[in-house]
């Protein structure tokens, strides 16, 4: 899959119903920033929002859309001055733009952590549709290296879909850690490990074996 993700985008004047709902979305917005994910809830939204209980079930009748919704207006915000480096500077640059955006406001990726544990619950009814968000940013990660591959950005020893795997584990596994560790320097961590990965993606691979045993 190659499609960018959705950015903002200018629209005509909204209709009260569609400034209704922006107003909702912007409330759970403003939720995360502040609550941990199991904490917020109808009323906590309904009460930021300034509109009655009613009101905002009647727009999003589901809890799990609500969340989505934010998730995909809040994210499609963060990548908007993102995306651009995808195709100037690459792949690892675009990933250090996130990580920059997250070290200004850890909001989103904090209540995307929280997510992490939804899509793995078997049977969750939010668990395909977070899958599928995880997958296609997976995609536009590979095919990101692909494409640096071609232009002579990435080496053409490292194999795109194992660095997609390397890059991604890189980056969400330190703004990871960067969450349970407020001193640690999250931009700084990230230009070192990227700087001993791509190190290791200029050599040829040969496949490791483990005698556990000597």
């Given amino acids: 899959m190659t499609d960018m993700p959705e950015l903002p985008q200018d629209t005509l ?3 009260q119903d569609t400034e209704t709902r922006v107003r909702i979305v912007r409330a759970v917005i403003a939720a995360f920033r502040t609550r941990a994910f199991h904490e917020t809830d109808f009323a906590v939204v309904a009460d930021l929002a300034d509109l009655p209980l009613e009101t905002v079930r009647g727009f999003f009748p589901r809890w799990d859309g609500l969340v989505m919704a934010a998730v995909d207006r809040w994210n499609a915000e963060r990548m908007a001055p993102v995306v651009p480096l995808l195709h100037a500077h690459g792949t690892v640059r675009f990933l ?3 990580v920059e955006q997250n070290v200004q406001d850890p909001s989103l990726m904090r209540l995307l952590t929280s997510l992490l544990n939804v899509a793995a619950t ?5 668990a395909p549709t977070l899958q599928h968000e995880w997958h296609k940013f997976h995609a ?4 990101g ?5 071609d232009l002579g950005r990435e080496p053409a020893t490292m194999q795109p879909e194992r660095g997609a795997e390397q890059l991604i584990a ?13 001193r640690m320097d999250l931009l700084a961590s990230y230009d070192r490990a990227v700087t001993r990965l791509r190190a290791g993606w200029s050599q040829d691979y040969v496949e490791q074996v483990w005698d556990l045993t000597a």
């Fill in 122 to 126: 078997p049977g969750h009814p939010m």
């Fill in 140 to 143: 536009l990660v590979l095919q």
């Fill in 13 to 15: 004047p909204l209709s």
């Fill in 145 to 149: 290296l692909v494409t640096d591959i």
């Fill in 170 to 182: 890189l980056y969400e596994g330190l703004q990871m850690q960067s969450m349970v560790r407020p």
């Fill in 96 to 98: 250090r733009g996130i």
